[in-house]
């Protein structure tokens, strides 16, 4: 079966750096995605990785190793806006995304 | 530039109902697609399309119907509503597949009593 696991609620300092773990078993890969999602709205997109390596956008990186099937997000200089769920998503062999139930992560001051 | 929309917003429905969610995309994009969102389980996909005339079946299709006319539209059908369907029902478009990011809209809020 398809399988994406991710830590079901994390909390962290604001100012503070976190990591976020994403760990997938699927049928084929075509890549990673991370989104992110605030309560009561839409999931939004955040990143993607097709190979191996860390990505940086800003205070947001991710990182992926396909051979581990692993992947994580990192918040850098975390701001209270940052409180929301993070959702990990893998493209698998017939281009349909499988999503992880999401982390939600709570940033206190 | 609206993006994605999505009508209505929410609805409490009687069982046994049948409803259409609305979902209109302004960007062009060929690929579309329904999800469901559940407390506790990652977003689900329902039905997808890759093109205008063509529709597949995703991971939770029972129970659903879609259609795609033109490029711009994918109507989701409950053809009789039960309660296992309340749930938040999200449309999402992107420009292809493979590597291409989905954009989503707002979401519908649908109760079955």
């Known amino acids: 079966g398809q399988n994406i696991d991710q830590p079901t609620e994390m909390t962290a300092t604001e100012g503070a750096i976190v990591q976020i773990n994403c760990t997938y078993q699927?049928?084929?890969?075509?890549?990673l995605f991370w989104y992110q999602q605030h309560a009561g709205e839409a999931p939004t997109f955040l990143s993607y990785n097709v190979l191996d390596g860390l990505e940086e956008k800003g205070r947001f990186s991710s990182f992926l190793s396909r051979s581990k099937g692993y992947s994580y997000l990192l918040l850098k200089e975390l701001q209270m806006k940052d409180s929301a769920s993070y959702l990990c998503?893998?493209?698998?062999?017939?281009?349909?995304?499988?999503w992880g139930a999401g982390t939600k992560l709570i940033i206190k001051p | 530039i609206a993006g994605i929309t999505q009508a209505p917003t929410s609805q409490i429905l009687a069982a046994g109902r049948r409803m259409t969610l609305r979902c209109t995309q302004d960007m062009r994009h060929n690929a579309m697609y329904w999800y469901r969102q559940d407390l506790g389980l990652g977003l689900r996909l329902i039905h997808y399309s890759n093109t205008a005339g063509t529709t597949g079946k995703g991971e939770v299709p029972d129970g659903y119907s879609v259609s795609r006319a033109n490029t711009d539209d994918f109507p989701l059908t409950l053809a009789s509503a039960v309660p296992s369907q309340t749930s938040v029902y999200f449309c999402?478009?992107?420009?292809?597949?493979?590597?291409?990011?989905?954009?989503f809209g707002p979401g519908t809020r649908l109760t079955v009593l």
């Open positions: 699927t049928s084929g890969f075509n890549g």
């Open positions: 998503a893998v493209e698998d062999s017939n281009y349909q995304l499988i």
């Open positions: 999402a478009s992107s420009p292809g597949t493979g590597g291409d990011t989905q954009y």
